[in-house]
């Protein structure tokens, strides 16, 4: 007697299962560790500003962090603010990166699900002029598995210092040298003065916001992104 072939929809409900068991439960572990190591960056920003604070004198130097929210934390270096932010989703790395060609990725494909932490930077005078168009700019992703295996990509050192997740886990003292290159990265990272194009013509709302804050859009590049500072995306 033949066997009875599986009902398709029990078939279909055992992927299903499959699927809820080990990918939305290791996406959840990854996101929920990512909270507590966001914290962890948290106190490593607090605590660098803090220290800053400690041995600069000039009250002319912004030195400040505020949260905002669970998420997110500004951090107020001289004249920039840097903007560090958890994303709340978990994403896996695209098919066509060549990670997957290594043996960590291969043996396991779970390490391929990362949590991120953006940092972006913009001018401190856009936040407190509220000057809604100015533009900040992405200068690092750190990627972050279910094992606190990492990498960043990012702008400068923060972008080839920390290549190597296989052998890179994130440790608090990690965590406080990445605080630490973000903010070199920001204050290092010039104004430049714009083509005179730019500002040949303006319109007479934009000539009466000068006076009151100085709403001309601006950024750290003051709205042009050079060609040079455009990094591979993983």
Known sequence: MAETEENPLEENRKQLLDLLLHKSSLKQDIADDCEKV????????K??????????NDQRVRLSFHEK???????????DV???????????????NPLWGTS????????????????????A????QNRIDDRGYLISRIFLNKDRHFMVEGKGQLGT???DPQNMLLTEDVLKIIVQMSFAHALEFDLYIPPFEFLEEISVAQIQSIGESLKLQTGKRLGFKMRADDTEIF
Do not use: M, W
Not at 38 to 45: G, N, R, T, W, Y
Not at 107 to 118: A, L, M, P, Q
């Open 38 to 45: 966001f914290d962890l960056f948290k106190v490593a920003i």
């Open 47 to 56: 605590k660098e500003i803090e220290e800053l604070q400690r041995i600069i």
């Open 69 to 79: 929210g669970k998420f997110e934390i500004h951090a107020y270096v001289g004249s």
């Open 82 to 96: 840097l903007v560090f932010n958890l994303h709340n989703n978990v994403f896996r790395l695209p098919e066509y």
């Open 104 to 123: 960590y990725f291969n043996s396991d494909e779970n390490n391929g699900y990362f949590g991120i932490i953006h940092t972006f930077n913009f001018l």
């Open 125 to 128: 005078e856009s936040f407190e």
């Open 161 to 163: 210092y920390f290549r």
